[in-house]
């Protein structure tokens, strides 16, 4: 019988197949341990010399690392892992003989690892932290599809800017200028209008000159946008939403959580609702921290960031922007119009914001009133200013950046191993 090691549970006592790589192994004179993974999990086989034979037994031995084999044996309980089985190998077949396989048990260093970033990914850590994403996204169609919302997908290549022009992709398209998508908010806001509730899940891409471990050029965004919701219905819809994704990787990635050593005590804190601060209280907390030259209209930092997240052991929605420092749609206070109703999402222990959201502008005079102030061009935008012209309605939205999530909930340092191939500032390769 065939099968994975994330199926063996079904197969305790009984005898199975399966297609694997040895990951590492260790040996004494009688007995060899060997390491396998198949993509599924991982697990440890055990050859007895006594029972395959001394030849069997030295070939077992000889086995390199990253050696693709089948590997016939018994499925038995093993209540020392906290994977619990372990097969008792009756023999084995080599597929493939790894020679000099460059990521050897030793520490490496990061620019080395990200050269061998295709064989970095089979690595427990590197496959946990993929486990993780997969499953923050699994948790995101599985919220909102239950919550009434449609997936639409906004184009990549766009004719104009959403969120400023200085992080720009520029590209040719054809005789045209056109860019890579920095977010599909824009046309999202099209949708909501069509569809009531939507989300999209896709590639976004920022030329930005940071090398931070919070940015990536090439990142994926989740980007709800509902219509008839105003700025606080979206910030309740946001604390749900990243509560359930908790919620699911702690459910679901127990042992990849371990693997990451991930400490989950903070992570069982994570339930709406969230603190709320506004950004005036904000630069009050800043300078009692010492923060003493921040500056009201400044923007914060990612130090800023962190120091406010560490009055809270929740996220925290920083609300209330002023208007100078934020994007051109979001919908001024009515009664304080030099801020705006938008909020920053900001993760604990120190992942920076994980969310930016806000309530659109949508009044027609008000949003030709700030094409004129950011001089956007009327040619590129005009289909943004028709969705005010026809059954305009107030609604809101938000963007969620996978990797900062990933990161914050795998407990890694820096964002450019949550994601399968980083796009980085000096790197495009692998
Ligand atoms: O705050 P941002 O720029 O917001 C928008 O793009 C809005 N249009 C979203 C919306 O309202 N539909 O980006 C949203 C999130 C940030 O909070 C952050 O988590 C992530 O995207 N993000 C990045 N992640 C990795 N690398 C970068 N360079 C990122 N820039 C933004
Ligand atoms: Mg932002």
Redesign the pocket.
Known sequence: MKTTISEVSKYAGQEVTIGAWLSNKRSSGKIAFLQLRDGTGFMQGVIVKAELGEEKFQEAKALTQETSLYVTGTIVEDTRSSFGYEMQVKDFEIIHEAVDYPITPKEHGTEFLMDHRHLWLRSRKQHAVMKVRNEIIRATYEFFNDNGYTKIDPPILTGAS??GTTELFHTKYFDEDAFLS????LY?EAAAMAFGKVFSFGP?F?A?K?KTR????E?W?I?P?MAFMDHEDSLQVQEQYVSHIVESVLENCKLDLEALGRDTTALEKIKAPFPRISYDKAIDLLKEKGFNDIEWGEDFGAPHETAIAESFDKPVFITNYPAEIK?FYMKPDPDRPEVVLCA??IAPEGY???????QRIDDLALMKQRYDEHELSGDAYQWYLQLREYGSVPHS?????L???VAWLSGVEH?RETIPFPRLLNRLYP
């Open positions: 959403a969120e920095q977010s599909g908010q999202m976004t920022r930005e940071s919070r940015h990536l050029i990142f965004m980007e946008e994007a920053d999402l920076g914001e994980i969310i930016g959201g806000s939205g938000f963007g969620l950046g990797e900062r999530t964002v």
